[in-house]
């Protein structure tokens, strides 16, 4: 029980890290890019940068109050741990943006963009990887999302659509086209944390030659494979005809699945594969290095 209790905080002080780690990036995108150029972002950070743009409020009062009903949702849906380390993470934010004092970085647009949003996409990122949540819209795509005949990723569009015609209305349409930059540049580097540097990327293999590919996976790439027993065949024309097969399923990284492609054609140039985006794994020999 100790060395579970060990474990548990050893997670839990871990998951802190990243979400402060988190805050403290994003306070220094918004304060040393965004907010000191006018700029905006999506979700929730972009509400509250309209709002500021309309009313002289100072966005360190706005970034907790409209997350708040977001994260009673997130409560709700995910549960009560994600639920308080999202608010400790958004009031820690709140309280960054007033007691920090970053510099001001830049006043290029084109750097404020680009950079502004991997600093903030950054942040947001580590925060997701310490299990919180500092866009409060995350919680409502993901609410909407089961209830709604939408994809993720049009839900998002829309309601940031909305956000980005607010802010060309006024600020601009120049400055409007710029924060869809930045907002950009922030879902790809918020994307590439969470994910982490190794995507990986599944890989489903059927041959007549399974035990050939099997044993030179293994034994040339250095990863595991798994066997499930199929049949092959029930083409058109050829329904009835089938025959069994191992079906050879493995985990590569991104880099390499050339190499691994390359291997397959050479022993099967008919084998039949099927590449696949993993999103998380863990265990295994997954951070066992591919033989040279």
């Known amino acids: 029980m100790k060395d579970q209790e060990r474990a548990r905080l050893k997670a839990a002080a871990i998951d802190a890290g990243y979400v402060a780690a988190g805050v ?30 309309f009313v002289p409020v ?27 380390r999202t608010l400790a993470g958004i009031v820690a934010l709140s309280v960054c943006l007033f007691v920090v004092p970053y510099p001001v970085m830049t ?18 990122g ?3 990887r310490g299990g919180a949540a500092l866009d409060g819209l995350d919680i409502l795509v993901l609410y909407s999302g089961r209830r709604l005949p939408f994809t993720t990723s049009e839900i998002i569009l ?81 329904f009835d005809v089938s025959a069994p097969v191992a079906v050879l399923t493995t985990i590569v990284t991104r880099l390499e699945v050339r190499r691994l492609s390359n291997l397959v054609r050479a022993i099967d140039p008919r084998s039949f594969m099927v590449t696949a985006v993993v999103k998380e794994a863990a265990g295994g020999i997954l951070r066992r290095h591919a033989a040279p």
Request: charged residues 10%; hydrophobic residues 50%; proline residues 2%.
């Open 107 to 124: 006043s290029d647009r084109v750097l404020v963009a680009i950079f502004g949003g991997l600093f903030m996409g950054g942040g947001v």
């Open 58 to 84: 100072d966005v360190g009062w706005l970034v907790a109050p409209l997350n708040l009903p977001f994260i009673l949702l997130g409560r709700r849906l995910i549960g009560n741990a994600f639920a308080w």
């Open 158 to 238: 829309a309601i940031n659509a909305a956000i980005f015609l607010a802010a060309a209305a006024r600020l601009g349409v120049e400055t409007a086209l710029y924060s869809m930059m930045t907002f950009y540049a922030g879902s790809r580097a918020s994307n590439y944390v969470v994910d982490g540097i190794e995507q990986y990327t599944g890989i489903t293999i059927v041959s007549a030659q399974s035990e050939a590919i099997k044993r030179a996976i293994v034994t040339e790439l250095g990863r595991g494979v798994t066997v499930y027993h199929g049949e092959r065949g029930f083409l058109p024309g050829s």
């Open 126 to 128: 580590l925060a997701m």
């Open 24 to 53: 403290l990036l994003s306070g220094f995108a918004l304060k040393g890019f965004i907010l000191a150029n006018g700029f905006l972002d999506g979700g929730t950070t972009g509400l509250s940068l309209i709002i500021h743009a």
